[in-house]
C-alpha cells in the first residue's frame, strides 16, 4: 500500500479529521496508481487511510481515521459504514410518505467520492466520484444488492453517460417525496436525475403558498412548483431554459394534480425572464445552477447571483415572500448574504431576513468538512 506523508507543520487538520488532503500539504508526490492510501506524518505515525487521486489536486480523501481495522478494507468494512448512513436516514428522513433520499453522501458520511440515491425505495443511483470508488464498484453493488435494491444504475463524476448495472428497470421511476409523487429520469436527468437537497425547503413553500400566485424560477422538474400547488396557490409558474425540463415540471404537476389548470412552464432564460415579469407575484423562488464551480469563478457568479436577485426584488410583491439559494460550494454564507444585501439596497426595497434556509439531514454535514455545506438559502419578506 502506498504511503503518504504529510508535512509535520500541516498534520494538524487531519490529526482533527479533515478529508482532504492537498497535494502542496505532502512531502514528495504521490505515486502514480488509484487506490487505498495510508496517511502518516513525518515520523511515520499513522493518522488514516484515504483514497489516493494522482490526477487531482486533491491527491488524497481520507475516510478512515486512525490504525487500520484488524480485518481491513474488506466488503464488511463498507458495508458497515453504508449501513450506518442507512440508520441515519431512516431516523430521520425515510417514512410512508417519502421513500426517495440520498443513502450516502460523500464526505458528509466518512466516504469521500462516493454518492448513492435512492428513489422509489428500491432503486439506487451510484455516483462514483473518483476514480478509486469507481475502482470499487463491483462492491459498492454486491452491498446495495444484498441490501435488497433490486434496480441500480450506474455514472462516473462527470460522465454524460451511465448505466444499468443490474436489473434494467420496464416502467418510468416515481419518488415519493413527502406523498407527492415525481418521476425521475436518472439516465437524462441532472445530477442524479432530481434534487433531493430541497426536500425540507419544498415543504416550506407548501406551508407558505395558499392563496399565493407563484413563480418557481430555475424550476427544473417542477419540485417547487408541485408543492406549491399542494399547499394552494392560486397559480404557479415554471420558468427553466430547458424544454425537457418544462416538460417534465408539466407531467410532475399533472401527476399529482390532474385538474389543476393553473400551473403553467415557460421555457426561458430567467435573466432575461425575472427583468420582465409581471410584478404581481407573491411568492417568488429562485434556485439557480451552481453559479461558482470553482474559486476563480467567485466574482462573476457573484455577479449572476446578484443580478437574479436583483431583478426578482425589484418586480415582487409589496409584503411578497423571495426564497433565494446558492448551491455554489464556493460561496459560503455570509458572502451570499452580502449578494443579497447588495441587492436589496439597489432595489430600494425593505428586505427582512424571516428564515435561513440549508439541505435537507440525508445531505450531513461532516463537522470536521464544512465544505460539505453547500446550499443556503435566505427567506425574506419584501415590502
Ligand atoms: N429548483 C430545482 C432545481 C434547479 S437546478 C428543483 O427543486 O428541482 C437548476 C435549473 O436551472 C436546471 O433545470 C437548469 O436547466 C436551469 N437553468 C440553468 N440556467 C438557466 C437560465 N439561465 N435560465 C433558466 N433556467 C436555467
Redesign the pocket.
Given at each position: 500500500m502506498q504511503q503518504i506523508k504529510i508535512k509535520q507543520e500541516r498534520v494538524k487538520p487531519f490529526v482533527q479529521r479533515h478529508a482532504w488532503v492537498f497535494s502542496g500539504a505532502i512531502v514528495g508526490e504521490v505515486s502514480k496508481s488509484v487506490g487505498i492510501a495510508e496517511v502518516v506524518d513525518e515520523a511515520g505515525a499513522v493518522i488514516g487511510y484515504g483514497f489516493s487521486d494522482p490526477t487531482s489536486q486533491i491527491v488524497c480523501r481520507i475516510f478512515h481515521s486512525g490504525p487500520k481495522p484488524e480485518s481491513g478494507f474488506d466488503l464488511g468494512y463498507w458495508k458497515s459504514k453504508i449501513l450506518a448512513a442507512k440508520v441515519l436516514r431512516e431516523k430521520l428522513v425515510v417514512d410512508s410518505e417519502t421513500d426517495s433520499y440520498r443513502l450516502l453522501h460523500a464526505e458528509g458520511d466518512f466516504f469521500p467520492g462516493l454518492i448513492i440515491d435512492v428513489y422509489g425505495g428500491n432503486t439506487a443511483f451510484i455516483h462514483t466520484l473518483i476514480d478509486a470508488t469507481k475502482q470499487w464498484l463491483k462492491t459498492w453493488q454486491d452491498i446495495l444488492t444484498e441490501m435488497g435494491f433490486t434496480q441500480i444504475y450506474h455514472r462516473h463524476s462527470h460522465d454524460k453517460d451511465g448505466k444499468w448495472i443490474s436489473g434494467q428497470p420496464e416502467k418510468e421511476i416515481i419518488a415519493k417525496e413527502n406523498g407527492l409523487l415525481f418521476f425521475v429520469d436518472l439516465e437524462k436527468g441532472?445530477k442524479t436525475g432530481?434534487?433531493i437537497d430541497?426536500r425540507d425547503n419544498?415543504e416550506i413553500i407548501k406551508s407558505l403558498s395558499k392563496g399565493k400566485k407563484v413563480l418557481?424560477?430555475?424550476?427544473?422538474?417542477?419540485?417547487?412548483s408541485a408543492y406549491a400547488v399542494a399547499g394552494g396557490a392560486t397559480e404557479v409558474l415554471s420558468?427553466?431554459?430547458?424544454k425537457d425540463?418544462c416538460l417534465m415540471a408539466d407531467r410532475n404537476v399533472q401527476l399529482n394534480f390532474p385538474k389543476y389548470k393553473k400551473h403553467k412552464s415557460i421555457a426561458?432564460?430567467?435573466?432575461d425572464?425575472l427583468k420582465e415579469m409581471d410584478s404581481d407575484f407573491d411568492l417568488v423562488?429562485l434556485?439557480?445552477?451552481a453559479f461558482a464551480k470553482n474559486k476563480a469563478s467567485v466574482d462573476k457568479a457573484a455577479r449572476g447571483y446578484k443580478e437574479i436577485n436583483l431583478s426578482a426584488l425589484r418586480k415582487i410583491k409589496s409584503g411578497g415572500l423571495l426564497a433565494t439559494f446558492s448551491c455554489s460550494q464556493h460561496i459560503d454564507k455570509d458572502l451570499f448574504q452580502k449578494i443579497i444585501f447588495a441587492a436589496s439596497v439597489d432595489a430600494g426595497r425593505s428586505v427582512r431576513i424571516v428564515k435561513p434556509l440549508s439541505q435537507t439531514p440525508d445531505h450531513p454535514v461532516n463537522i470536521f468538512h464544512p465544505e460539505g455545506d453547500y446550499l443556503k438559502g435566505l427567506l425574506l419578506y419584501v415590502e
Open positions: 441532472q432530481f434534487f430541497q419544498r418557481n424560477a430555475f424550476s427544473y422538474t417542477g419540485g417547487f420558468v427553466d431554459i430547458s425540463a426561458a432564460d430567467c435573466f425572464y423562488i434556485d439557480p445552477p
